[in-house]
């Protein structure tokens, strides 16, 4: 039943947001006017409505679902995937720390840079996969893929609607950030190797491996054109080159028409202007190009894209699911009650409040922050909040979405892993409020400097911190000595 768990826990946290509309009023903030007071009750109806809305917002992430379920269908059919999987395992069998760090480093530092979660989905059951193989849990594969992600967000450098919304560049609080993102992707990576349980001993010598070199460097290839497509160069180094070339090809005309836009077409963009169907469609291709090396049949085509699809209905339903929560807050007008509440005056406790409940209840960074940011900026009587709310909201925002009923990514690591929202919260329950406060004091330092909070919360993290290591040396004794027991026992059992 832990398949539906996920499903459950959305209809809940959907019938909370129907249920508290019938007695919060509503705010309704349209082109800067704030009106209050009126209650808007979201009916059973509105939220069916609601669904298609959420649908309409979320169906370029739908295509990409599917486009990477496509992609792995693919890899299946050529019976080179699971060796693959198998051959990387193999190589780290003796290095599984440092596989961890590579994942955990790629994944943040990929989501810090590109300031999307999304992205890294087409790449994220491959990493889980091979951390399955190297012997560790299905916690520490989420973690250190879905967890990494998220807290990369959390110090993302380029974050489109904070920065259009609040007048800001990439350059603010850029140091801050870099810091931010270190330190909770250091701490991400101690909390995975410390804490967890050593890796299981597993024997992959005995494993038949297939030649799978040109797999190798597709997947090298395709991890490259990301990056090259979703970082912001011209933003980050003002480099125009990759525009100037596209520029060029399009240039090239007969007869005044483009030959390039007439064989590629009008939508490519540069490199560093990718958005997420762009991605797509690049998946979609590379699909393609695999099935062609390897000989994938028309028919196994199709049939894989079958499989896709069927595989791909429970994500997107968790994707529509959360849509409907946020959806039904906004139209309701509770969620901008609750901004109006906490906005007169912005500091790091009403943005951190702020911050916090939308990460609860608006699963897409996008609209969490084009809505809240704006909410705050049209209610607050505060001045010169900008950049201090930005690195806030952000930091707070993503490592909500560690614990949210609605996060998305974590609900599809998950589905992917088959565990359940109560064995993750349990999991992952410690490590969020450790980092939670990290975060506080690294905020704390970067809006008002290292004053008396900074250091109560430092003395709080040292003290909670050593807390966790006692209680996991206590474990570590206590499992030596069940072993030991259970080798006394089998090694009398040998001698009779």
Known sequence: MKKYNLFKILGIVILFT????????????????????????????????????????????????LTVGFFYAILDKTEKYDGLVTSVARRFSKRKTLFIALVVFILGILSAVTGQIYVALFILPFFISVIRKLGYGRGAAIAATIGATIIGNAGSLHTYYNNQILNLTVTDNLLYKIVLT???????????????KKPEKVDLSKENVSKTLPLKIIMGILLVLVVLGFVPWGEYFGFDGFSKFLETLQSAKVANVSIFNSIVGNEIVEFGAFELHNLALLLFVVTIV???????????VINAFGIAFRKSIPYIVILLLAGIVFINLYTSGVYYTFVTAFSEKINLFTSSVISGVTGLFYPDYTY??????????????????????????????????????????????????????????????????????????????????????????????IGLVILALLDHNKKLIKEVKKEAKEEAKESKKSKK
């Open 368 to 461: 969490a922050s084009q809505f809240a940011l704006s909410g705050v900026s049209y209610t607050t009587s505060s001045t010169g909040y900008e950049a201090a709310l930005a690195i806030i909201f952000q930091a707070i925002y993503s490592l909500v979405l560690l614990i949210s009923p609605t996060s998305i990514l974590v609900f599809f690591g998950l589905r992917y892993t088959d565990v359940s929202y109560k064995d993750w919260m349990k999991y992952i329950w410690k490590f969020f409020l450790i980092v939670l406060l990290v975060a506080l004091v690294i905020l704390s330092i970067a809006t008002k400097g290292f004053g008396l909070f900074a250091i109560i919360v430092s003395i709080i993290i």
């Open 182 to 196: 270190l330190v909770l992707l250091l701490a991400l990576l101690a909390f995975i190797l410390v804490f967890n």
């Open 18 to 65: 129907v249920i508290i509309s019938y007695f919060v009023p509503g705010t309704i903030i349209s082109y800067g006017e704030v009106s209050k007071d009126t209650i808007m009750p979201v009916a059973l109806t509105d939220t069916f409505f609601n669904g298609l809305t959420s649908l309409s917002v979320f169906i370029t992430t739908i295509v990409y679902i």
């Open 290 to 300: 695999i099935a062609i090396i390897y000989r994938v049949k028309f028919n196994e």
